[in-house]
């Protein structure tokens, strides 16, 4: 399994705003079937970034066309595959 950030860019404010349960319920069903590992937005207001699970570029790009947001035009999109480096150790204050 290889991993994908998305980068989903504001294109529309008040669509976005309009839409975004929506698009919280399709990540959230995402992650139920493992497709999603991580979302959030960009407290800049720039958008959202979520971090996909899959095989290619390709079928990752659909899943992303499939977005409320992207499909109702509240959002553009930028995927690229991700070499994701962690040890998942977070470690303790001392």
Do not use: C
């Amino acid at each position: 399994m290889k991993y994908f950030a998305a980068f989903l860019s504001m294109k529309d404010p008040e669509k976005s705003q309009t839409h975004r349960q929506e698009h919280l319920d399709f990540l959230e069903e995402m992650r139920k079937e493992k497709r999603v590992l991580l979302y959030g937005r960009l407290v800049d207001g720039a958008g959202g970034l979520i971090i996909y699970q899959g095989s290619t570029l390709e079928e990752v790009e659909q899943w992303v066309k499939q977005d409320p947001y992207v499909k109702l035009g509240a959002r553009g999109y930028a995927v690229h595959e991700w070499d994701m480096q962690t040890d998942y150790a977070i470690a303790e204050k001392e």
